[in-house]
């Protein structure tokens, strides 16, 4: 008897991640939960240079902003609640001095101009399809950052202009990275906040669109581009409420781990497979707490641990606990 759908999942034939991976994750807030997994096995990766990014133009604006090795200045920026902030960034860089805010933002512009040239994989995980218009500029933020909604205008994203945004976001990859393995996938939890429906709106949007460009198979522009189904992993095979935190919207850790299973299952290779569980080992031994930290057998157990740091630091020169 079968208790659950499965998403039907296929293992990569080619690019796996490994050891020799560099990996830039950017989107909505789930590329943090896959991101901690990634620290956690110690591979090398970026996670979300310029904060948390929950639609398309936004990473599409980075990503121009970035390989265009954009100089932000006073103008890119804005005083409100006693606070700099930029458009174009999170809330976490906002700042009361606006030297420090510059100087965050353009540091980050190189990070990600570095990491989209060194990256061997780009995940990018879209979060919603509604954004905000800043009404005096016209133009589309990345964060409101508390304005009043009254300054901007709220819009949902055709399933061409997220197909459009893609196929940017994609050639301006290719132009400075012709052989990054591009993956996408849309973010499982739910903004309520725009409503239940338009929430369901939303999701279809970035799904079709997403598939729309990836099934433009005579495009140069789309080959080595991916879709992973985190969403409809939780959607189909975690339909429970068990699998959630307690606001109902975000993922558990259950959750979280079962669908890290699935990306494992697809892009790890056999051989980071291993090594991901000598670290495993490695790190459930760091976080250990002894009943007697100066017993003979504690100290052994010390000893054992840093042999195995050693090895894996023999390997992987970059890897440190």
């Given amino acids: 008897m079968k208790l659950?759908?499965?998403?039907?999942?296929?293992?990569?034939?080619?690019?796996?991640?490994?050891y020799h991976?560099?990996?830039?994750?950017?989107?909505?807030?789930?590329?943090?939960?896959?991101?901690?997994?990634?620290?956690?096995?110690?591979?090398?990766?970026?996670?979300?240079?310029?904060?948390?990014?929950?639609?398309?133009?936004?990473?599409?604006s980075l990503i121009s902003d970035a390989i265009?090795?954009?100089?932000?200045?006073?103008?890119?920026?804005?005083?409100?609640?006693?606070?700099?902030?930029?458009?174009?960034?999170?809330?976490?860089?906002?700042?009361?001095?606006?030297?420090?805010?510059?100087?965050d933002l353009n540091k980050n512009i190189k990070l990600t101009n570095q990491q989209i040239k060194e990256s061997t994989h780009i995940v990018i995980t879209?979060?919603?399809a509604w954004v905000y218009r800043f009404v005096d500029t016209k133009e589309i933020v990345a964060n409101c950052h508390k304005v009043p909604q009254k300054q901007f205008t709220k819009e949902l994203l055709s399933v061409g202009e997220i197909s459009k945004s893609i196929e940017t976001i994609v050639s301006l990859i290719r132009s400075v990275n012709s052989k990054a393995s591009i993956i996408f996938t849309v973010s499982p939890?739910?903004?309520?906040?725009?409503?239940?429906?338009?929430?369901?709106?939303?999701?279809?949007?970035?799904?079709?669109?997403?598939?729309?460009?990836?099934?433009?198979?005579?495009?140069?522009?789309?080959?080595?581009?991916?879709?992973?189904?985190?969403?409809?992993?939780?959607?189909?095979?975690l339909r429970d409420?068990?699998?959630?935190?307690?606001?109902?919207?975000?993922?558990?850790?259950?959750?979280?781990?079962?669908?890290?299973?699935?990306?494992?299952?697809?892009?790890?290779?056999?051989?980071?497979?291993?090594?991901?569980?000598d670290i495993d080992v490695i790190q459930k031994g760091l976080q250990h707490k002894p009943f007697n930290p100066n017993s003979e057998a504690h100290q052994r157990f010390l000893q054992n641990i840093e042999a195995k740091k050693a090895q894996i630091k023999t390997q992987f020169s970059y890897i440190v606990f």
């Fill in 4 to 18: 659950q759908t499965k998403i039907p999942l296929q293992k990569q034939s080619e690019k796996l991640i490994d």
């Fill in 21 to 60: 991976s560099n990996i830039l994750l950017i989107g909505s807030c789930f590329v943090e939960n896959i991101g901690e997994k990634l620290d956690y096995f110690k591979f090398r990766n970026t996670q979300n240079p310029f904060g948390i990014l929950f639609h398309p133009k936004a990473i599409e």
């Fill in 68 to 103: 265009n090795e954009k100089i932000y200045s006073q103008e890119d920026i804005f005083f409100h609640n006693e606070q700099w902030h930029c458009f174009n960034a999170h809330s976490k860089f906002s700042n009361t001095s606006k030297e420090l805010l510059l100087n």
């Fill in 126 to 128: 879209l979060g919603t």
């Fill in 189 to 237: 939890v739910r903004h309520i906040k725009d409503g239940f429906i338009e929430n369901t709106q939303s999701k279809a949007h970035l799904i079709t669109g997403i598939h729309q460009f990836l099934g433009q198979k005579s495009s140069i522009v789309n080959r080595q581009s991916f879709y992973f189904p985190s969403y409809e992993i939780m959607m189909d095979e």
């Fill in 241 to 277: 409420y068990r699998f959630y935190k307690e606001d109902m919207i975000h993922p558990n850790t259950t959750a979280v781990n079962y669908i890290w299973n699935c990306f494992q299952e697809v892009w790890m290779s056999l051989k980071a497979d291993k090594t991901m569980k």
